[in-house]
């Protein structure tokens, strides 16, 4: 095969210069075409271009891509653009029109023609305001200015992080009445541009570099009034998201109390100026002296009302008669105990004499039916040598040994005869 340098048994060759040298048989490379046109773009001048945004593509940060229509014609042209430039077109969105400054350029790997954007500005002031507008309801709908976002001012700050212009009055007013109030207030400050193309990502840094120091107490953006144009920088999209997302809180103090700005929605306090940033940031120190002192006044009263009423209890309960007479004490508890013993000892009589009576009656029942009340009256118990009661004289025989037991006594006897009860002579008989 045939290199695309060489001809049949010939090396390769050298491509022309110029492109009046070029031909069929030595023609320029499609990199070295891109090459020359890229070198001779390099030559034009910069220009502003105005147009309307067809596309535009800000996902990536720190760079913009863009196409821009003709107002009238069907014919586009590629901006796109980094740092500086994106931060600006970062506010735009389709359908804006805008004036493009830029310079254009070839992109050897497609070779295509591009402008790269290093300003951009919108076309008219009503327009402006309308797209102001628009990133308002943007931002409002992502919730960036919801109230439950928002967090409380310190009570007593330490330090605050100052954002504003150097030498700027807005700096002089925030300072000087924080101080008049507080006067051990201290300051960390970052001095930014407050308009122009810088203004937006140096109030980006400075809010993130603040918002990053443990020190910082509260931040306060301030600058003083001026036209709605020199504002528009503290309505840029990147400044209102990173004031939405600074965690320690942010107060703006942009202009005067009828401008307004998108960093206003998106601040945790509105101050009107700078100096009522500053009045507002900050407690006045006569005004804390004075709740001091009335907090003094109420705790000595209160003490001296409380010291009176236990001086009162006290004396109440010296007068007692607990302690008047300490006997007393246990006058009424013995009187309880005297009257429970009385009622005991005639319970125990009445119980006593109860079971005495009880014991009489079943002594004289035991008496009436005990064999020696038989034995008293006379008779006698008769028993056989073995110790048994003989109650049958038929069961005796002559000469059987008895034992008599008197009332008093024993004695012995012999059976000399027997005689049995007539009714067992009959059964006899019979």
């Not at 310079?103 to 076309?123: N, Y």
């Not at 400075?206 to 020190?215: Q, W």
Request: charged residues 25%.
């Amino acid at each position: 095969m045939l290199n695309s340098d060489t001809t049949m048994g010939q090396g390769p060759q050298q491509e022309p210069a110029l492109s009046r040298d070029t031909t069929p048989d030595n023609p320029w490379s499609v990199a070295h075409l891109s090459q020359k046109w890229h070198q001779a773009v390099e030559n034009w001048p910069a220009t502003w271009v105005e147009g309307q945004i067809q596309e535009i593509n800000t996902r990536r940060a720190g760079s913009v891509y863009m196409t821009l229509r003709d107002n009238t014609e069907e014919v586009t042209v590629q901006v796109s653009g980094w740092r500086n430039f994106a931060y600006q077109a970062a506010q735009f969105v389709q359908g804006d029109k805008v004036v493009v400054h830029g310079r254009p350029e070839i992109w050897m790997k497609r070779t295509s023609l591009s402008l790269i954007g290093d300003d951009i500005r919108r076309v008219g002031k009503g327009d402006l305001r309308q797209q102001i507008e628009e990133l308002r309801k943007k931002l409002k709908g992502e919730g960036l200015f919801d109230e439950a976002n928002k967090v409380p001012l310190p009570e007593f700050p330490r330090r605050i992080g100052l954002i504003c212009a150097p030498q700027a009055r807005a700096e002089g007013d925030v300072v000087t009445n924080a101080k008049l109030r507080w006067p051990t207030i201290e300051f960390t400050i970052e001095h930014v541009h407050v308009q122009g193309e810088h203004c937006p990502e140096e109030v980006i840094a400075a809010i993130r570099k603040l918002d990053a120091d443990p020190t910082i107490d509260v931040i306060i953006v301030a600058r003083g009034g001026g036209a709605f144009e020199d504002l528009i920088g503290f309505s840029d999209e990147g400044v209102v998201r990173a004031a939405a997302a600074c965690v320690t809180p942010l107060v703006s103090a942009i202009g005067h109390e009828d401008d307004w700005t998108l960093i206003d929605l998106a601040a945790d306090m509105r101050a009107s100026t700078p100096t009522d940033a500053a009045k507002r940031v900050v407690p006045d120190v006569m005004e804390q002296l004075a709740l001091v002192a009335e907090a003094q006044r109420r705790i000595r009263e209160r003490l001296t009302y409380r010291l009176a009423s236990e001086q009162q209890r006290i004396d109440a309960y010296k007068n007692r008669p607990s302690l008047t007479r300490p006997g007393s004490i246990v006058e009424r508890p013995q009187l309880l105990v005297d009257d429970a013993v009385r009622r005991l000892d005639v319970a125990v009589r009445r119980l006593t004499d109860d079971a005495s009576f009880r014991i009489e009656k079943l002594h004289a029942s035991l008496t009436a039916l005990s064999p020696q009340a038989t034995l008293n009256r006379g008779y006698a118990v008769v028993q056989d040598d073995q110790g048994h009661v003989v109650s049958d004289a038929a069961l005796l025989t002559v000469g059987q040994k008895l034992i008599l037991t008197l009332h008093r006594g024993k004695a012995s006897t012999t059976v000399d005869q027997t005689r049995p009860a007539p009714t067992e002579a009959k059964k006899r008989q019979g």
